[in-house]
């Protein structure tokens, strides 16, 4: 994957960096399922689209009976699936990197840039399927991370942005997301 941090992807980066920060700040100090502004700060940053209000009350009270906890992705997937009837495999990844940010998050720009395939919705085991493409997508970061190209990005990333007491994957994760 090449990747190069220019000026212009700084200032985006340090946009969705200040965004990201504010949301983290808040996640353990208020009740997620209840709270509105931290909820519409959430669904703003990753996008989240339209949904109807039982989903985002399912989605938050589910985040906030994770927080602290060490949960699998495929388990968020599966709560989230059986919960309302949805297969969302970004949003179970974005629930999970929020709650430990040692993982990566599943959308379109990063399953490009590691020319990945979400599994067809006709698939049998798509779930399954889900969480295979998944660990690829956590393979694919921790490997990328250990080069040396990416760890000459990772340092710039922090002298841009210091004290940014950002794990690896998350700084690669925001870079990523503004290779479009």
Do not use: C
């Amino acid at each position: 994957m090449k990747i190069e941090l220019v000026k212009a992807n700084i200032d985006k980066i340090g946009i969705g960096l200040k965004k990201y920060n504010t949301i983290m700040d808040e996640l353990y100090t208020v009740d997620v399922s209840k709270n509105l502004n931290f909820q519409r700060m959430y669904n703003h940053f990753y996008r989240m689209g339209r949904r109807s209000e039982v989903y985002y009350t399912l989605y938050f009270a589910l985040m906030e009976s994770l927080k602290g906890k060490d949960v699998s992705y495929s388990y968020i997937l599966q709560e989230i699936y059986s919960s309302t009837g949805r297969i969302e495999a970004s949003f179970a990844s974005k629930l999970l990197a929020t709650i430990n940010p040692s993982m990566p998050v599943w959308d379109k720009f990063v399953l490009q840039n590691f020319n990945l395939k979400a599994p067809y919705y006709y698939s049998s085991d798509r779930l399954v399927k889900i969480a295979n493409v998944y660990k690829e997508i956590e393979t694919r970061f921790q490997e990328n991370i250990e080069t040396q190209q990416w760890i000459e990005e990772l340092e710039k990333f922090d002298d841009f942005f210091p004290g940014n007491n950002l794990t690896q994957v998350k700084k690669a994760d925001l870079i990523i997301w503004q290779m479009r």
